[in-house]
């Protein structure tokens, strides 16, 4: 029998209903939540992800701002327009959308966000909170997201053989964190694979719970599963496809057709990640603006 698809879609639109409640509630006490997303650059995958952020804000009645910024800009203009939104009253979460296009420099942008208004969860701060377990900081959207998908669709971590195919600070590394943590939604055991693995698929087929985040088309395939494992495919990629209206379609990591037929639960692609990382967003803006009306009180 097929695999059951986890339905990102669905899970990420209850969320959104969940935030926009929360929202609402923040509003009637007058602290609209406010996201602030900075895009340096032309990319037109990165500017397709901003625009259904800026939109997905204001569908929950939150505010939002989109900073569109040219690829020339300096670092340190850059770092100016992080500074203003630190000190803007009416912006609680920022996000510069990564990648930024060379010679940007990462690391010290994400620095300078203030750790409270750092949504992402990228802030060596925020790291660090999660790392411990402590739950006031934010964890970054696409790991929170897939715990949510998990967890919703009825997935039992705790105790499960939890392996992770890539090791980004964006995915790889907060998932491995957030899995292992003494929690609700986690107890997993949980193994880190990357590019010099030596058997890929030793490891993979051991995965009640297999979370694929490494951007290769097909890395893994029916024969690296394990009979019914949980399957997550957070891979993104553009393949030629000349029978598409674009010249292209998306496919992630996992070879779909083949490791459907293997696994109990799967996520497609497009509709399983993707639009939980959106919703993960927005309840951290809101989190953050709770926090911030709080402190005010
Ligand atoms: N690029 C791809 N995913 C993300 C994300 O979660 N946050 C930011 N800022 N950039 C990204």
Known sequence: MPADLIDGVSIAREIRREVAEEAARLIERGTRPGLAVVLVGEDPASAVYVRSKGKACEEAGMHSVTIKLPAATSQAELLLYVERLNSDPLIHGILVQMPLPAPLEADSVIRAIDPRKDVDGFHPINVGKLLVGERDGFVPCTP??????????????????????????????????????????????????????????????????????????????????????????????????PTSPRGYRLVGDVDFETVQQVASKITPVPGGVGP????????????????????AE
């Open 144 to 241: 929170a997201g897939i715990q949510q998908l998990l967890v919703r669709s009825g997935v039992e971590i705790a105790g499960a053989e939890c392996v992770i195919v890539g090791r980004s600070n964006i995915v790889g590394k907060p998932m491995a964190a957030l899995l292992i943590q003494d929690a609700v939604g986690a107890n997993g055991t949980v193994t880190v694979c990357h590019r010099h693995t030596r058997d890929l698929g030793l490891h993979t087929r051991r995965a009640d719970i297999l979370i694929v985040a490494a951007g290769r088309a097909g890395l893994v395939t029916a024969e690296m599963i394990r009979p019914g494992a949980a399957v997550i495919d957070v891979g993104m990629n553009r393949i030629d496809d």
């Open 276 to 295: 939980m990382t959106i919703a993960m967003l927005m309840s951290n803006t809101v989190r953050a603006a709770a926090a911030f009306a709080r402190a």
